[in-house]
């Protein structure tokens, strides 16, 4: 076990034992990825700071129940995603999105590591600009498939969607996104 996961069991026993000091320093390692993540599904600055705290509220209320299968960070995750797709479908149903909103995070591929950083970010700017056009289901899938790892099982569990639909939908949304990228000469 590596020293940083040491820390964080032990920071995690302590939480148990509801020592606040311990909650904001796991609070502390683990708020900007969290609230990343919860951004670039709710879309908005503010309700993702809101869903990015009731995560935290929730999983420190729940800690009991974190087994240790995955690690803290990716137990935390799940959590925030959940929360961040509640969040989201709550909002579609009153009020119409504007998909002008989203912030992305970029990782770079190995493909095109050997570019111009310049012309990598150009680029991949532009794709991330054009995901932003999928319909939402599209953009969600391909967001949880390509960007935040999760793998088929898991996104069928996140959208509640069989695991035939789950395949059939980043396909789709794959093949869409490419004619996408050819109209804007990507």
Not at 81 to 97: A, L, M
Not at 137 to 166: K, P, Q, V
């Amino acid at each position: 076990m590596s020293h940083n996961s040491e820390h964080i069991n032990l920071l995690l026993q302590q939480c148990l034992k509801g020592q606040q000091s311990a909650q904001l320093k796991i609070y502390n390692l683990y708020y900007k990825a969290m609230y990343n993540t919860a951004l670039r599904i709710v879309k908005h600055t503010a309700e993702a700071e809101d869903v990015m705290q009731e995560s935290f509220l929730s999983a420190f209320t729940k800690l009991q129940s974190f087994k240790g299968d995955v690690t803290f960070g990716a137990w935390l995750k799940r959590i925030v995603i959940n929360n961040s797709i509640h969040h989201y479908r709550k909002n579609q149903k009153t009020s119409t999105v504007d998909l002008e909103d989203i912030m992305y995070r970029v990782e770079e591929s190995s493909d095109v590591a050997l570019e111009t950083s310049g012309f990598t970010e150009l680029k991949a700017q532009k794709v991330m600009d054009t995901m932003k056009s999928l319909k939402d289901n599209y953009r969600l899938s391909l967001t949880l498939h390509l960007i935040e790892g999760y793998d088929y099982d898991e996104i069928c569990d996140i959208m509640n969607i069989s695991y035939a639909n789950c395949r059939t939908t980043i396909s789709r949304a794959k093949e869409s996104l490419r004619k996408k990228l050819i109209t804007v000469n990507i």
